[in-house]
């Protein structure tokens, strides 16, 4: 395709490029954010002497939970740039699941995540020909496919795992759960680690807690974890600084626009889709080489925190990332029996929504000012009336999580114009 056709296309985008650059924040406000991000929490730490904060277990634990719930948000992305919203992530994660429990016992872990991403690939494509090839609803289709992925999962369980006096039951599975397959290898930087470690146990002030946080993030990491950060650069980089990227985005902004263009915009929307399908089995398949099998019920409703990532991430690989972080980081608590870590979160969360009631006040606001400021008030008092929080809330923190930070975020979103609108070939002619 010529640069003249390009560069046709990138003007009928001009607008909305325009619009992001607006919103864009440049790197030294980033790194003043992080900065200010880590003096709170280190200070927090101090006052509530809930260690685990900014331990190196947490933010392990955060990094492992963070890369099915980025993975699954990278998929939806994919997808909804090219303009089919896809709900069916948590169906197609499901069958990433079952397909690398399958295929892992037998051939080990890295066999697992490929057959991960041919499963949800799969997924991709049925949702690719219900939405764009038959114009099917994209909400349908994607709870369609959510209900599909359940039963087929546990029926072929039953099956093939479950069967009496079958290699796989005699190897340990049974109807709920694969055979266990090999360990995938990890990595911890040579040096570094003990390091880190070593200044973290002084519990000195900003320092320890940064330290403790670099540990976490460089001990005992995951191949596959390598593997889901290039896959964020490597989205970055296709879809925003290349020609096929470009055409792709065109699909969800435009598809009239694109196809009087002479873009194949049904040849588009199917690679985004299929793409996105094997992104989110890619992260099933990552749950089950964690836990080094399949289990039913293992996805745990995170193709959907997925979405909501992709949607506080205003549909940009590095939103998507921050925002798996901290959802990431909310579900690792469960873990680590992190009721007085969320009873400390509470006054963390209290002064972020002070500030936010100032921010809003200063820009006029004043409604949603004064409902910030209350929020700030009463997180206030259940921090200094209680010891801890019940331990199920601690269970639904990354569900709070998702819904406090998507009405906090919800003004400067904006998705793709033609996003989840019906398209039918030879409009732009």
């Given at each position: 395709?010529?640069?003249?056709?390009?560069?046709?296309?990138?003007?009928r985008?001009?607008?909305?490029?325009?619009?992001d650059k607006?919103?864009?924040?440049?790197?030294p406000?980033?790194?003043l954010?992080?900065a200010?991000?880590?003096?709170?929490?280190?200070a927090?730490?101090?006052?509530?002497?809930?260690?685990?904060l900014?331990?190196?277990?947490?933010?392990?634990g955060?990094l492992?939970?963070?890369?099915?719930i980025?993975?699954?948000?990278?998929?939806?992305?994919?997808?909804?740039?090219a303009g089919?919203?896809?709900?069916?992530?948590?169906?197609?994660?499901?069958?990433?699941?079952?397909?690398?429990?399958w295929?892992?016992?037998?051939h080990g872990?890295w066999?697992?995540?490929a057959?991960?991403?041919?499963?949800?690939?799969l997924?991709?494509?049925?949702?690719?020909?219900?939405?764009?090839?038959?114009n099917?609803?994209?909400?349908?289709?994607?709870?369609?496919?959510?209900?599909?992925?359940?039963?087929?999962?546990?029926?072929?369980a039953?099956?093939w795992?479950?069967?009496?006096?079958?290699?796989?039951?005699?190897?340990?599975?049974?109807?709920k759960?694969?055979?266990?397959m090999?360990?995938?290898?990890?990595?911890?930087?040579p040096?570094?680690?003990?390091?880190l470690?070593?200044?973290e146990?002084?519990?000195?002030f900003?320092?320890?807690?940064a330290?403790?946080?670099?540990?976490?993030?460089?001990?005992d990491v995951?191949?596959l974890t390598?593997?889901a950060a290039?896959?964020?650069?490597?989205t970055?980089?296709?879809l925003?600084?290349?020609?096929?990227?470009?055409?792709?985005?065109?699909?969800?902004e435009?598809?009239?626009?694109?196809e009087?263009l002479?873009?194949?915009?049904?040849?588009y929307?199917?690679?985004a889709?299929?793409?996105?399908?094997?992104?989110?089995?890619?992260g099933g398949?990552?749950?089950?080489?964690?836990?080094?099998?399949?289990?039913d019920?293992?996805t745990?409703?995170?193709g959907?925190?997925?979405?909501a990532?992709?949607i506080?991430g205003n549909w940009r690989?590095?939103g998507?990332a921050?925002?798996?972080?901290?959802?990431?980081?909310?579900d690792s608590?469960?873990?680590?029996?992190?009721?007085?870590?969320?009873?400390?979160?509470?006054?963390?969360?209290?002064?972020?929504?002070?500030?936010?009631?100032?921010?809003r006040?200063?820009?006029?606001?004043k409604k949603?000012a004064?409902?910030?400021?209350?929020?700030?008030?009463l997180?206030?008092?259940w921090?200094?009336?209680?010891?801890?929080?019940?331990?199920?809330?601690?269970?639904?923190t990354?569900?709070?999580?998702?819904?406090?930070?998507l009405s906090?975020s919800?003004?400067?979103?904006r998705?793709p114009?033609?996003?989840g609108?019906p398209?039918?070939?030879?409009?732009g002619k």
């Open positions: 395709m010529s640069t003249t056709f390009t560069s046709s296309l990138a003007e985008l001009s607008g909305k490029n325009k619009q607006g919103r864009k924040l440049s790197y406000v980033v790194l954010m992080i200010g991000a880590l003096v709170l929490l280190s927090v730490r101090v006052i509530t002497d809930a260690g685990d900014t331990s190196s277990g947490q933010w392990s955060a492992g939970a963070a890369v099915p980025g993975l699954a948000g990278l998929g939806g992305l994919w997808a909804e740039r089919v919203v896809n709900i069916g992530l948590e169906g197609m994660m499901m069958l990433g699941t079952f397909s690398a429990g295929i892992g016992w037998q872990p066999a697992a995540a057959a991960g991403v041919v499963g949800g690939a997924g991709g494509l049925i949702h690719a020909v219900a939405t764009v090839t038959f099917v609803d994209h909400i349908i289709s994607g709870v369609a496919i959510n209900i599909l992925a359940l039963g087929v999962t546990q029926y072929l039953k099956m795992f479950g069967a009496e006096g079958s290699a796989a039951q005699q190897a340990g599975g049974n109807d759960q694969s055979p266990v090999d360990n995938m290898g990890t990595f911890s930087i040096g570094l680690s003990d390091w470690n070593s200044i146990k002084h519990h000195w900003l320092v320890s807690d330290a403790g946080i670099l540990d976490g993030l460089v001990t995951s191949w390598i593997v290039l896959l964020f650069v490597v970055f980089f296709v925003w600084r290349s020609a096929f990227g470009l055409r792709l985005r065109s699909c969800g435009s598809p009239v626009a694109a009087s002479g873009v194949n915009v049904y040849k929307k199917y690679w889709v299929v793409v996105s399908g094997g992104l989110a089995g890619l398949a990552f749950l089950a080489i964690g836990t080094h099998m399949y289990s019920g293992q745990g409703g995170r959907y925190i997925g979405l990532t992709m506080f690989p590095g998507v921050m925002g798996a972080g901290l959802f990431g980081f909310m608590l469960q873990l680590r029996a992190g009721g007085p870590t969320v009873h400390a979160l509470l006054l963390l969360v209290a002064v972020l929504l002070a500030g936010l009631a100032l921010w006040l200063k820009a006029g606001k949603p004064v409902i910030s400021g209350v929020v700030a008030a997180l206030v008092l921090y200094a009336l209680t010891k801890t929080v019940p331990l199920e809330f601690v269970d639904a990354p569900y709070v999580a998702t819904l406090l930070v906090l919800a003004q400067r979103l998705m114009k033609a996003d609108k398209y039918r070939k030879g409009q």
